[in-house]
């Protein structure tokens, strides 16, 4: 079936270094919704792309949509020790939204 | 508006035992989920309803069930608990946007820390 793959699993970086975790799928998506997960809790919404190439940006955070809108990518700039989480990418199948397995980003002082 | 609240927050089971893990959203959404995260691990759909009276089967649905007779309630039911079933629990809502190509954002609940020893 389609699935929506997220690399890397785990990113170590230096406080202020910055950080990319890169999403895609076998098929095409109508779009791409981004979540993070903070230790502990629950994972909350940050954005959703839907036109090919698009970019968005949430102050340090850069989302990117795909030309073919099979791969997305999410680059925080300068991380900061409160962007410390999971970041998950979803893409809807048929009528269910299908979740990457997630980055976890770790960020050293 | 609460959002999305899920009971208990923290529950022990035996093998063989039932619960219902309870999930209630205030926002008048007509779609609910059902995930498990396993440690370390991404979100799986177990099961999900499109309205009151309408479920699905997600992933990994067995060895759970759901009913959804209200817009706000969408419990799930463990029958025979398996330590396999050790995860965490998230319900979630969303409301369709009913825009072609643009998918709602969903809604999540603090979730359920569920252990089968």
């Known amino acids: 079936g389609q699935q929506v793959m997220q690399i890397p699993q785990y990113q170590h970086v230096q406080e202020g270094e910055d950080f990319t975790t890169y999403c895609n799928s076998s098929?095409?998506?109508?779009?791409i919704q981004w979540y993070k997960q903070r230790p502990g809790g629950h994972p909350v919404f940050l954005i959703q792309l839907v036109k090919s190439g698009e970019v968005k940006k949430q102050k340090r955070l850069t989302f990117q949509f795909g030309e073919a809108k099979k791969n997305s990518s999410l680059h925080i700039t300068a991380t900061q020790t409160t962007d410390v989480g999971t970041y998950f990418c979803?893409?809807?199948?048929?009528?269910?939204?299908?979740f990457g397995k997630g980055t976890r980003l770790h960020i050293l002082p | 508006n609460a959002g999305v609240t899920q009971t208990p927050k923290f529950r022990i089971l035996k093998i063989g035992q039932s619960m219902t893990l309870q999930c209630t959203q205030d926002?008048?959404?007509?779609?609910m989920y059902w995930y498990r995260q396993d440690p370390g691990m991404g979100l799986k759909l177990i099961y999900y309803s499109v309205g009151a009276g309408i479920t699905d089967k997600g992933e990994v649905p067995n060895g759970y069930n759901v009913s959804r007779s209200t817009t706000e309630d969408f419990p799930l039911r463990l029958e025979l608990a398996a330590p396999s079933q050790t995860s965490v629990y998230f319900c979630a809502s969303s409301y369709p946007t009913l825009v072609a190509g643009v998918a709602d954002t969903q809604y999540f609940g603090p979730g359920t820390r569920l252990t089968v020893l």
């Open positions: 926002m008048n959404h007509n779609y």
């Open positions: 979803a893409g809807p199948v048929d009528d269910k939204i299908i």
């Open positions: 098929t095409t998506l109508s779009n």
